[in-house]
């Protein structure tokens, strides 16, 4: 459900430079997350659409990945085939949610049903480039493989072996991957609104509200992220490689879709609350 302001409000609100300085440092954070679920629900269609049709995409790219040839040797040109598959996933996403989410963005922010601008135009592409830093962005801590964080792990947690151990790679990317949601993913709707210096803009409404955004996204993707690591692999032997390794596929590219639900709430909220106190401001 869109904001109650106009578009023109709208974005001199956001633009303000003085943002920062009044921006609420709390909000509902149940509330924003159900929030998002409702804007899920809305767009059905077009979200449920974007995920088969990039996990179809990402599917058959890994199909084609050395490291299901089942090779006990990767050669080198092995390595850049499968950086050139990754690479190609990963832009073929940047430009489909480039263009997909300045579409859900503006209609959940302006309530823009009929929209009479380029497939792919300006907005689109600065969306797509971003989107694209973002998941690069994402892929950091994986610079330290599984060995080496049960090794910092151990290290740090005092014990050799344990579930503690070996689940410690795997949250500190996941309390990353949150971090850097809450800090960043407002660009996007700021490019979508075509708001100047976008990523300023919107780190700097993060910033105001950043322990409740952290939050909003801990808890609203924590049972994705289980469903990802725990639920999908329990199906290991009792279905098919193919059909678990799609499964697992569809679930990240849901849990990216769906995280644009969540900064759109968040958004949407955000900018309701920086409303109603510069009305407020203006009666005192």
Known sequence: ??????PEAEL?????S??????PNRFPIFSTILAGYRIVGENLISFTAVTIFLAAVH???M??????????????????LQFALGFASTVCASIVFGIAGVRWYRRILLDERRQRFPWFGSREIRFAVCMLL?????????????????????FLLGQPIGYSVELFGPTIMFLWHVLAIALLFFTFPAIAL???????????????????????????????????????????????????????????????????????????????????????????
């Open 63 to 80: 199909k084609a990945s050395p490291l299901l040839a089942g090779r006990s040797k990767l050669s080198m040109s092995d390595g850049v």
């Open 194 to 284: 075509e708001i100047q210096r976008p990523l300023e803009q919107g780190m700097r409404m993060a910033r105001g509200a950043l322990p409740s955004l952290f939050l909003v996204y801990l808890i609203g993707l924590v049972p994705w992220f289980a469903l990802d690591k725990i639920g999908i692999r329990a199906l290991l032997f009792q279905v098919d490689t193919d059909r678990l390794l799609f499964a697992g596929i569809v679930l990240n590219v849901w849990i990216m879709t769906f995280t644009l639900a969540l900064a759109g709430a968040a958004y949407c909220e955000l900018l309701r609350r920086e409303s109603l106190n510069r009305v407020s401001t203006a009666f005192e």
């Open 12 to 16: 001199r609100l956001v633009d303000d």
């Open 59 to 61: 599917f058959s790219l």
């Open 1 to 6: 459900m869109p904001i109650e302001t106009t």
């Open 134 to 154: 973002f998941y690069l962005t994402l892929t950091l801590p994986g610079v330290i493989t599984p060995s080496h964080w049960r090794e910092i792990g151990a």
């Open 18 to 23: 003085g943002i920062e300085a009044r921006s």
